[in-house]
């Protein structure tokens, strides 16, 4: 399981140095795609792999599983550590969620989620909290 927070700075070809802690999870390669809330996710391979077959499985005649689909899957991108303990993230999916030079990784269970810094501060308040924790009941929490 993925937690934690960490501030990095992607440099000017696009390179992002992922957390040690991280690392030795994700093992050398695995996937970068677009995520919700407008920042990216990471995926282990594993874990991919179980998310691809949910993917897999959805009905091709329902328009809503055809477009979340697409989501994920068009924009994945398998990616391997460098010796630096770096991943490249190409320029589209960069854009897609709007990253600029410092990002937040955060550990959110299965996989990580990448955050234009400014974005995670604005997001991550927490203000309606008391409010959220109170719809958890329903999912069983």
């Not at 991550?124 to 909290?129: G, I």
Request: hydrophobic share 40%; glycine share 8%.
């Amino acid at each position: 399981m993925f937690m934690g927070e960490f501030s990095h700075s992607i440099d000017n070809k696009g390179r992002l140095i992922i957390p040690v802690r991280f690392r030795e999870q994700l093992g050398n390669e695995f996937v970068v795609t677009k995520g919700l809330d407008n920042c990216l996710f990471i995926y282990p391979n594993e874990e991919w792999k179980a998310f691809e077959e949910k993917l897999k499985n959805l009905p091709i005649t329902n328009p809503n599983a055809r477009k979340f689909k697409r989501f994920f899957l068009a924009g994945a991108d398998p990616v391997e550590l460098d010796r630096q303990g770096r991943i490249l993230i190409n320029a589209k999916l960069r854009q897609a969620a709007g990253l600029g030079k410092d990002v937040v990784l955060a550990g959110v269970g299965e996989h990580i989620e990448i955050w234009d810094q400014e974005r995670w501060e604005n997001y991550s308040t927490y203000d309606d909290m008391e409010e959220v924790a109170e719809n958890m009941e329903d999912l069983g929490i």
